[in-house]
């Protein structure tokens, strides 16, 4: 589905099933999607979490050998990809470097730019298998959809990342995503049918007024399924179009918002912000009659 506004760029984000282990299957399959994507007019596309190997792995040694490294066929082929049709990548895969592994995200230009983001914030069964990151990444030149940060998944839940993302100077999120139920939203899905993703993005969106794109998979994998629901939200956290369904494989595309004049335009929550007092120590006690004239002191 394609929703047209007067914006600045077009962006999609891809929703489909990798197969577990079918590396070489999922590179086509993306290749495939992103080339509609590029039919569409999309100048960027975001492709899910772990779209390469699959997301449920039981040991480090069997996602070791299955991972790609930075000099690898599937980053080569999105190379060609992005260069070919003039398309922007992102795309979260399982990265290998020497014994280490990452969940990571990549960034690719149609100019041969790069940048790579690993995912600061594990979730479960990854702290067993991965090790996390240690910047975030925001990337340095401005792109014809204005600067991009990257975020995984998990790390939308820290506002503190995409807030520096935002004080950065981004002005879009491109975040893969795997999202799954687990004990604390056994549902999956909210009265609404949306994961608390979906309400996640929104937030990040709004509070740091920039884009978000986050790009989910659908699908099981050793009795996880994932929720789909994929979504793009725009500096105001309202839609840009309707979130994808929860278990089919769709392509969303719709043109940005200009984050720059929404932040001029009115009340802006960034410029609003008052770091001084966030880095005063809490309050743990109050007497109960204060003082009225200053009713912060303790």
């Known amino acids: 589905m394609t929703k047209q506004t007067d914006a600045m760029a077009r962006a999609a984000v891809i929703q489909f099933a990798p197969e577990w282990k079918a590396a070489r299957h999922n590179l086509d399959h993306s290749l495939e999607l992103i080339g509609q994507a590029a039919g569409q007019g999309a100048q960027l596309a975001v492709l899910p979490e772990c779209c390469l190997t699959g997301y449920a792995f039981p040991d480090r040694q069997e996602l070791h050998a299955l991972a790609e490294p930075m000099d690898g066929p599937a980053i080569g082929a999105w190379q060609d990809m992005s260069r070919d049709r003039n398309i922007w990548l992102v795309a979260g895969i399982a990265e290998r470097q020497g014994d280490a592994l990452y969940n990571s995200a990549i960034l690719i230009g149609p100019d041969g730019q790069r940048s790579l983001y690993r995912k600061v914030h594990l979730w479960g069964q990854e702290n067993d298998l991965y090790t996390p990151g240690s910047r975030l990444v925001a990337f340095p030149t401005q792109t014809p959809l204005g600067t991009i940060g990257l975020a995984i998944c998990y790390d939308l839940w820290f506002p503190e990342l995409v807030r520096n993302l935002a004080l950065a100077g981004s002005t879009l999120i491109a975040a893969p995503a795997n999202w799954s139920r687990n004990a604390k939203t056994p549902t999956g899905h909210d009265r609404l049918g949306l994961p ?29 399924r994932f929720l789909g629901s994929s979504c793009m939200f725009g500096p105001n956290g309202r839609e840009l179009v309707p979130p994808a369904s929860a278990s089919g494989q769709e392509i969303l595309v719709a043109d940005l918002p200009d984050v720059p004049a929404y932040r001029s335009h009115g009340h802006s929550h960034l410029l609003a912000r008052r770091p001084r007092v966030y880095g005063a120590a809490v309050l743990d006690s109050c007497l109960e009659d204060f003082p009225e004239d200053n009713p912060e002191t303790c």
């Not at 608390?196 to 986050?214: F, K, P, R």
Request: hydrophobic share 40%.
């Open 196 to 224: 608390l993703g979906y309400q996640i993005s929104a937030a990040a969106a709004c509070s740091n007024e920039l884009s978000v794109l986050s790009a989910d998979r659908i699908g099981e994998e050793s009795g996880t």
